[in-house]
């Protein structure tokens, strides 16, 4: 049958079995930023955020998410304009194989809306459903700190986080050597 | 202190067989391994010199990546309208044999599009090894793609193609497996005996490895030595002091499942896009699997969600192979998290025994490690990982003048090990350092200066790597970091001044623990790139190489962007593709950087050469008066600079003379010099409960010159997060008939962000003149180095030490409640 939801703001009619996976679903209509890791509803890496909450698309059914808001990496920045908490997870070199990061930051997304200076402790609750086999959350855990920071700076009508410099990318060759 | 002589006894196999990859043992020879190395000059740049190396970087993949816009291999799913789906079949039982297979209703599924079994003409008879390594292969080839006898509870039997999942998984279910049932046995020292059920018969493996004795289920027997280890121990000024140690079987666990999709090209040539560490190998060995030329396979690696070594293995692309030829159609077989824990491959646990012989002051005269592997159903990797339990830890301490290692690999009714980041190491390093810790404590002497009285310095000739030929060879040591890493590991944990918890029950104590891993396998590799150079001045640069999300591509660009003298974002990197890169051994063995980063090391400056020659002519200066940096070439004498869009556009669309400029480089080497560790463990115990928190890791680690540090931080920081996994979590665990008793995330255990201690990762800089720019590996040593450490924390904290991995709060609490 057809379902009608919102995914990234626009109104999608998706044609899935009731019982069909979210995450499948959403994969097959193009979100491949929507990852699965295990065999449902565990690993964290298809989390999405689904009228306001963060929840993993994966063993959740089409017919429990007809007519709601659904929200992917995808509608968050592009390579040439990335979100600040995209941002903040490239400048710390948060990020390695990168399949479990969308769910990451779509936890993030959803942390840093309730709250806009969580502590570390926090930060480590709002990622603990999602398994991370690179990094032993070590830099995301500062990156998402980061992007807090960001993020206040932002509506607080600060220019650009400086807190990091070292995560930049060099635009030119460097200085001539003697 | 160094060396010139040693006894090598290494064991080898009848002539003209592999032998397992064991090196013809030769005495160490000076003049073979000299301190000074012939360096280039370019090599050794300060930190002020360098323009891209070991200066920050963005991860070239990264912002694909953080936008969800990066392919991995199940995203190429939407290329083929015509694409299966597959679900394997698998043994329910732990040892016996297939007398019937009943395909006839899954035959008959609407959906269905093939269903292959063992006799099926699609699928290759021939016996092989799944292990991922270099040719002659160094495992004995015991296993087919799918089997009639069955080994555990796992091992594949069939398969199913279909037009989606739920049909792939309704056909699979629907196949009707008779077997007739064997004994099994599941525990290693109980297999280990001619009165054990026995997994292989007479015939049954082909390639077989050094020691092999299959009555008694050892796939493999190693042993090498350098000096009289028992001859040491007899000594009357020496006390000898034993201990044993056992690790658990780790999952990879990597979050992108083993994947891959299968298909024949309109060349009539087989492809694969796979999540693989190894395109070159599985290359090959598809080749040689399928009977078909190697020009006729085609292995392409897109983006890899983790591997670990566990993507070393060819696990899943043979299967997928066979039933897209069966079905004429692509196929795309995406393990399940189930089969991941259960059928894929795990780290080899181990027990592990140490022995020395300790004179009252605190020299060691000898030391020697013994292991017992226990390799699964089959035998990939099981040889030259044990091989690794005394090869990577032992050359630590070089000064000790007897040493001894011996392992016997045997076979169980259990899922399959392979290769697994650490190869060996962590089994040897949690020994070795569990050891010397408790040494240290019976003598009275500090653990730390008991270990620099005989740990490696540069200068010496390390005899022991080479002892038993094979993944080590002798080598001299020409940087090395130790001392620096256990200051600054100090300094950062607070060694000196640790503060008690104020309650009474609770005790706080650091733990620490040292190591050194290799940098590529001695001998046993090759890296290869190109580089092409288009009008703007920017560059292409094909690398075999793989990236599984370490970093590696960009490693490379700063590498290439060093020599040429331009922006990384100038230098557009693809990797790993067999019809378009250069061949290369693969993701393995902590080589990467090294070995294929030299290659691109080579082929930029291949193409320096031609730029400034081309600088050369349009300046008018000789080559020698001219460089490039800031992507120009320049001249140091007049000052005058071309950029390097200008030479672009000269050399192909000149006048006069035209050419495209291209750089090739090609690297192996005889080297392979250890990164090393300092591993610091805070903990805090609750004598009454056995309770502990550990408070922090601190590790330290020379890598040489890191190409990017915060990429290399990273690495250091996922090593150690997996390393402390194996001290305190059980990894897979298997029931009474060899099941994996863990089928998903929620049941096998590993920290989780909130169980998951600070770590804070040093990078201490050396120069290690053999490898690209200073730089030798990082991202294996600090896997090694938590369950010692942890364990003499423990020890240091409440008096009792834990020798079982894991270290749990009821172990602690049986351990501090016995009399």
Known sequence: ?178 | MARSTAEVSAVTDRDGVPDGGTATPRAPDDAEHPLEWDEQENNDLSPEERTSVSQPAEKVDDRKLVTGQAKYTADYDERFPELARAKVVRSEIPHGNVVDIDASAAKAMDGVCAVITPDDEAVPDAKYTSAGQSYPEPSPWDMRVLNEHVRYVGDPVAAVAAVDEETAEEAAAAIEIEYEEHDHVVDPEAAFSEDAPRLFGADEVDNEIVGHDYARNRMAHIEGKIGEVAAATEREDVHVHESEWSTIRQSHAQVEKHTTLAYTDEDERHVLITSTQVPNHTRRQLAHLFDVPIRDVRVKKPRVGGGFGGKQAMVVEPIALALSLAASRPVLYEATREEEFGAMRSRHPMRVRARSAVTADGTIEAIELYALSNTGAYGSHGMTVAGNVGSKPLPLYSKVPNVRFEADIVHTNTPQTGAMRGYGAPQGTLALEGHLDRVARDLGIDPIEFRRDHYMEVGDLDAIAGMMGGEGAERRIRSCGLDECIARGKEAVGWDDLEQPAAEQLHRGIGMALSAQGTGVAGDELGAAQIMMNEDGSFHLQVGGVDIGTGADTAFVQIAAEVLGCAPADVVVKTSDTDNTPFDYGAYASSTTYISGMAVKKAAEDAKERILKWGSHMLDEPVEQLDTCGSEVYSDRTGASVTLEEIGYESVYGEETREHILGKGTHSTEESPPPFAAQFVDVTVNEETGEFDVNKLVVAVDCGVAINPKMAEGQIEGANHMSYEMAVNEGITVDSEGRAEQRDYEEYSFPTATESPPIESILVETHEPTGPFGAKSVAEVPTNTVPPALSNAVREAVGVRITDMPITAEKIKRALDEP
């Not at chain 1, 069909?20 to 097959?28: G, P």
């Not at chain 1, 400048?91 to 779509?106: E, R, S, T």
């Open chain 1, 1 to 178: 049958m057809k379902y009608t939801l919102t995914v990234n703001g626009e109104r999608k009619r998706i044609e899935a079995d009731a019982d069909a996976d979210v995450a499948s679903t959403l994969r097959a209509a193009g979100y491949k930023g929507v990852k699965c890791g295990c065999d449902g509803g565990v690993c964290g890496a298809s989390t999405v955020i689904i009228d306001g909450e963060a929840r993993m698309a994966c063993g959740l059914s089409m017919a429990s998410v007809a007519g709601s808001e659904i929200e992917t990496i995808e509608a968050l920045g592009s390579q040439g304009d990335l979100h600040p908490i995209q941002q903040a997870f490239v400048d710390h070199l948060a990020v390695q194989c990168g399949f479990c990061i969308p769910g990451m930051i779509m936890q993030t997304k959803q942390l840093l809306a309730e709250t806009t200076d969580p502590s570390e402790q926090e930060v480590r609750e709002a990622i603990d459903d999602v398994v991370c086999r690179c990094t032993g959350y070590q830099k995301p855990v500062e990156a998402v700190l980061d992007a807090a920071q960001r993020l206040r700076n932002d509506s607080a009508g600060i220019e650009e986080s400086t807190a990091m410099t070292d995560g930049g990318t060099l635009d030119s060759g460097g200085e001539r050597r003697d």
